[in-house]
Nanobody, 114 residues
Framework: QVQLVESGGGLVQAGGSLRLSCAFSGRTFSSYAMAWFRQAPGKEREFVAS??????YYAESVTGRFTISRERAKNTVYLQMNSLKPEDTAVYYC?????????WGQGTQVTVSS
């Protein structure tokens, strides 16, 4: 069973930066594609960024501002968020996927004040 634990959320002013971390355990980290999603109040959960072995994908709304990376030695995936905007406010969720197996973390709150 895969376990995902997010950290790094918080309150930041517009234009600031945060780095989210997601610690992976329970299976072989390199076998999973990793992603970040987010859910704002009253909205559906939406894709933010993903990373496979090396290929990365980003939602248009965060391209150029967010960077996803993974560190195999620490079984951790990161989301570096720069130039944050109030509309980035949401609960951010880590996701791990391998075929039909799909796992979620508990989420970490990011709040961007204007």
């Amino acid at each position: 069973q895969v376990q995902l634990v997010e950290s790094g959320g918080g309150l930041v002013q517009a234009g600031g930066s945060l780095r989210l971390s997601c610690a992976f355990s329970g299976r072989t980290f390199s076998s999973y594609a990793m992603a970040w999603f987010r859910q704002a109040p009253g909205k559906e959960r939406e894709f933010v960024a993903s990373i496979g072995t090396s290929t990365t994908y980003y939602a248009e709304s965060v391209t150029g501002r967010f960077t996803i990376s993974r560190e195999r030695a620490k079984n951790t995936v990161y989301l570096q968020m720069n130039s944050l905007k109030p509309e980035d406010t949401a609960v951010y969720y880590c996701n791990a996927k391998n075929g039909g197996n799909n796992y979620w973390g508990q989420g970490t709150q990011v709040t961007v004040s204007s």
